[in-house]
């Protein structure tokens, strides 16, 4: 809504006023993504303590998966149980509302991503809901809950196959490195590939948010990292320049982008070890949909598994560790995901999540380090 603003200044200017000449900066992407990222994390400032207060009204705590786990975390974290959970209302809520302030309104990405986020946002809640009022881990069934993740890729492929400013890009695949496609996709194959970002994403997402601060932090890194790429590649100048694909209303979802980094960071000083509430599959699974979209947007999918390294190797961890019990019988690491091996190794939770955090910058600069090599 704040986009319009630089209207003022055009009025001003036919009519030879110099009043609201200081408005034309509301038309400019990068002034409103920065604006769009202090809006969202002081909005997590300022609801903070309001909305923790209102989860330990509700008696929302945190459910524990078995008596083992509450044996082995126990003696790694204490007596986190209880502690609120569903504290992703608090960062979806900054970002949903930043967007709305900051971003170009008629731009047909941002209504993708906000419908990503309202869409894993309530499949989210609802297991978290679920679990809390069972008292145990068991919420949404993960059948249930992977259909449903399945209907939303699909609805992003129709939206991209269909959409007439991107029909031409949706089944094009490119690699890190090459400024070229390397493959078109068939129908089909698009929708596999989308399945498997949107999907990828949101449970990797959501197996990283295990420790204080670990899933926000690592958001952080990975949304201000494509608010550079989302904004280069729609640029046409810059796009051009870098060898990378222009794509078409892309460069507005840097807004996004970077609400979504100033909300992971606003839910980072409430989430921060010792943790005052955690961030669920509210937040988690959302946050990783809306990553998938970016990628997707600006064709950059491939370059998700690099820049979101950290979720990568938690999801692979879990993968990992599943298929050697199966055949094996034997176990790969002391407990998956990842982190609760380090842990377990002997290293402190503070330590685990600091060196993750280094390791997303890590990626995040890889990653964005590819766009000068093609």
Known sequence: MLYYLHLLHEYGTAAGSEVFKGFNVFQYITFRSLGAGVTAFLLCLIFGNRVIRRLISLRLGQPIRSQEEVNRLHELHGAKAGTPTMGGVLLLGALITSTLLWARPENPLIWLALFTVVYLGALGFVDDYLKVTKKSSDGISSRLKFTLQCVLAAMITAFFAYGSPFSGQSSELYVPFLKEPIIHLAGVFTFVLYLLVIVGASNAVNLTDGLDGLAAGCTATVGFAFAVLTYAAGNTKIAS??????????????????????AALGFLWWNCHPARVFMGDTGSLAIGGLLGVFAISCKQELLLAVMGGVFVLEAGSVILQVASFK???????????????FELSGWKESTVIVRFWILSIIFALLGLATLKLR
């Open 327 to 341: 055949l094996t019988g034997r176990r790969i690491f002391k407990m998956s995901p990842l982190h609760h091996h």
């Open 241 to 262: 320049y870098l060898q990378i694909p222009f794509v078409q209303f892309s460069g507005e979802l840097a807004v996004v982008c970077m609400a979504l980094t100033g």
